[in-house]
């Protein structure tokens, strides 16, 4: 089996401050991995460079996705080839309703991949179905994408587009964060539908709580820029008890 | 790679117009005097009364200074080197066959295939081509609601009492200098008259191509909406690409009698110049709409994007009680272009009511400025108005400028603006094509969202054109 991700001596800066030193991390198709970590220990960062934010400077180090090194492949590329980001912050865009928005990215994605395109009655009936699994109103097709959206609904609309746009490595960056627990269990059902034997997750979070309803089958802590240590499901609950600093006193011996 | 200068490159834009057709003119030597004139009215058959006016106006112009209060600069204008007529020589068509098949080509080329429009679309086309109108269409229907629609200079011949009631009376030839100009020399251009009750049939479309070399157009169209009629009015153009810039001063006047409804849009992409800022078009237009009757309406909408200097302040006066004025506007600006545009909403009668929606972009090194007036008079009680106007810009070498001005002389008036400026964001971007969609449909998708308010007032075959010319005035190559 070849893996999805292979991340190899990683070292990534920002405003030339480096924020990613030596990162070393190979994901496997099937897997959820989930990083965890304090406050600027360099976790969105990570998941940025890997969607490809230019604003990130890769210094040195290689990413393969799928076996091809994405170092300087295009966002857009990436995500063609089936690389999704769930923002932790989406951004509005005036004027574009959210269906017009999720098509026309949907439809590239398909023409990339050489699968048939959707219509607009094909589509819209796809996108209801999908709304349904992660209780949202359909209010939500026709109101301009991410505006004036509460926190929640920015992050059901996030798994939405993931589960439409069906990618093989989704990167959920705190997607847990500012989510009531109605949210919460929406947003894990739909993250869950994307479990596959052929796709892979990898999860950014600060807390425990979204791993109680997706499971991970790796869990991985980065502090100031490093994995520094990993370990299976059980580690959130041991974090959680004992904080990160017996972790950083472990690594630094 | 640098993220402006990716924008840059990816603005830069390629004008698909560009080209020219052979055809032999009938042409009046260059410059400006009375005996021009007089050859300009004898051409057209005019009568007296029509020679008599244009050389009033002529005298009148003569007094006049260039305006220069507008954010615009240009070289110079020599009015002396301006060619004032040129026509295709064949004239008298009876159908489109008698159409000059380059001229033809030249309408296929900018996809506007007549005959297919008189097919399919069911618009009645008035095309301008030059200074003589060659192709009019849809007579029948139209002469069978009563409607009439042609070229204003058939109907100065035709309709003498209509003309010498309307012609100059919203838009007179002391108004400014340019209006002035066009009055004394204007060609030609479209006249439509909606008889009482009337909703006219079909939208009405003219084409207006500038061909001929140095040859200035000088544009007249007046369109009289009688009580309780509606009319709906389409004006596109484009022009071939040229290296000396071209002179336009059009006038377009609108009266609207009670309960009348005019709709006037436009899609305005002529030559702009080439990146450099080399050649394109002096667009100095004057239009104007009368909201004479009570309840009557007058919208203008248009979308600019082409012109070196565009000069143009579409406006409503609102005469009628409970008459209604509207502007939506979007303006492109690349390159080297300058864009001074807006509108004047003046208001009279009581409970008027105006709404002014204008958006600005601006990208590579052009200049994007929005100029209002809402002007209520002391009688205008319970006047309204709602003033919306945005910027976009992209890129950090253009700019984008707002000077709107209110006077209200009555105490009951209730005045709205709102205005942001705001530039593509690098999140914007990076979120679009995060989701696969290219930087350059990413850029499209942002630029039509922030466009729709107007976009959505346009008729729905225009919104489709006025799209594809966004998208074609902002591609370039993405390095």
Not at chain 2, 289 to 318: D, F, M
Not at chain 2, 419 to 440: H, M, N, P, V, W
Request: overall charge negative.
């Amino acid at each position: 089996m070849k893996p999805m991700l292979i991340i190899k001596n990683l070292v990534v800066s920002v405003d030339k401050k480096t924020i990613i030193k030596d990162l070393n991390l190979t994901i496997n198709p099937g897997e959820i991995h989930a990083i965890m970590g304090p406050n600027g220990s360099g976790k969105s960062t990570l998941a940025n460079v890997l969607a490809r934010n230019q604003d990130y400077v890769i210094e040195s180090g290689t990413i393969e996705f799928n076996g091809e090194d994405i170092i300087t492949t295009a966002p857009e590329i990436c995500a063609r080839n089936g690389l999704f980001m769930s923002f932790q912050y989406p951004v509005a865009i005036a004027g574009v309703t959210n269906i017009q928005f999720i098509k026309t990215a949907v439809n590239a994605v398909r023409k990339h991949q050489n699968l048939a395109t959707y219509d607009a009655i094909e589509f819209l009936q796809l996108i209801k179905e999908k709304m349904a699994v992660l209780n949202m109103d359909q209010d939500f097709l026709y109101r301009p994408i991410n505006e004036g959206f509460s926190g929640g609904e920015k992050k059901r609309n996030e798994i939405l587009q993931m589960i439409l746009l069906e990618p093989k490595l989704a990167i959920l960056d705190e997607t847990d964060s500012g989510l009531d627990i109605d949210a919460l269990k929406d947003v894990a059902n739909g993250v869950n539908t994307l479990r596959d034997p052929a796709k892979a997750i990898l999860m950014i979070t600060h807390y425990q709580r979204l791993l109680d309803y997706i499971t991970p089958d790796f869990v991985h802590v980065m502090s100031d820029g490093k994995l520094i240590y990993s370990g299976d499901k059980t580690l959130p609950a041991e974090l959680e008890a004992k904080g990160y600093a017996w972790l950083k006193g472990r690594a630094e011996q | 790679m640098n993220k402006n200068s990716e924008i840059n490159s990816f603005i830069e834009q390629k004008y698909t117009a560009g080209f020219s057709t052979d055809i032999e003119s009938d042409s009046a030597p260059a410059g400006l005097n009375e005996d021009i004139i007089k050859f300009i009215s004898q051409k057209k058959n005019e009568p007296e009364f029509m020679l008599e006016w244009r050389l009033k106006a002529y005298r009148h112009w003569l007094t006049l200074k260039e305006p220069t209060w507008a954010n615009v600069k240009y070289p110079k204008i020599n009015y002396e080197n301006i060619v004032y007529y040129s026509a295709p020589k064949k004239k008298t068509l009876t159908s489109l066959d008698e159409v000059d098949p380059e001229i033809l080509k030249t309408y296929a080329k900018l996809g506007i295939p007549l005959r297919e429009q008189e097919w399919l679309a069911g618009v009645a086309v008035d095309a301008v081509f030059d200074s003589v109108s060659v192709a009019t269409t849809f007579k029948d229907k139209l002469a069978k609601a009563g409607v009439i629609f042609c070229a204003i200079s058939e109907a100065i011949q035709k309709y003498p009492d209509l003309i010498k009631q309307y012609l100059g009376r919203v838009v007179p030839y002391t108004d400014n200098y340019f209006a002035c100009l066009n009055a004394a020399v204007f060609t030609d251009g479209s006249f439509c008259y909606i008889p009482a009750g009337v909703k006219c049939p079909m939208e009405l479309s003219t084409y207006f191509r500038i061909n001929a070399v140095a040859t200035g157009q000088f544009e007249r169209t007046l369109i009289i909406a009688e009580a309780g009629s509606y009319v709906s009015y389409l004006e596109g153009c484009s022009a071939p690409m040229r290296d000396e810039n071209q002179l336009h001063a059009a006038v377009v006047e609108l009266i609207a009698l009670d309960n009348a409804q005019i709709k006037y849009s436009t899609v305005q992409n002529w030559y702009p110049g080439d990146k450099d800022g080399k050649g394109g078009i002096y667009n100095f237009v004057t239009k104007r709409g009368h909201c004479r009757g009570k309840n009557s309406k007058i919208s203008w909408t248009q979308i600019e994007t082409g012109s070196a200097i565009t000069w143009k302040y579409p406006s409503v006066v609102l005469f009628g009680d409970n008459s209604v004025g509207e502007f939506y506007s979007v303006a492109l600006t690349n390159n080297h272009q300058q864009a001074d545009t807006g509108t004047k909403m003046i208001h009279i009668g009581k409970n008027t009511s105006s709404t002014v929606i204008a958006k600005g972009i601006a990208a590579g090194s052009s200049q994007n400025t929005f100029r209002g007036l809402i002007d209520v008079s002391s009688l205008a009680v319970k006047a309204r108005n709602f003033t919306q106007c945005d910027s976009l810009l992209l890129g950090d070498k253009c700019g984008a400028h707002t000077f709107p001005t209110i006077k209200a002389k009555n105490p009951q008036a209730n005045i709205e603006h709102e205005a942001t400026t705001s530039k593509i964001g690098d999140d914007q971007l990076f979120y679009c094509r995060q989701r696969g969609i290219s930087e350059e449909d990413s850029i499209s998708l942002i630029v039509n969202g922030f466009c729709k308010q107007v976009f959505r007032e346009l008729p729905m075959e225009f919104a489709v054109e006025a799209q594809k010319l966004l998208e074609v005035n902002l591609e370039g190559s993405v390095g």
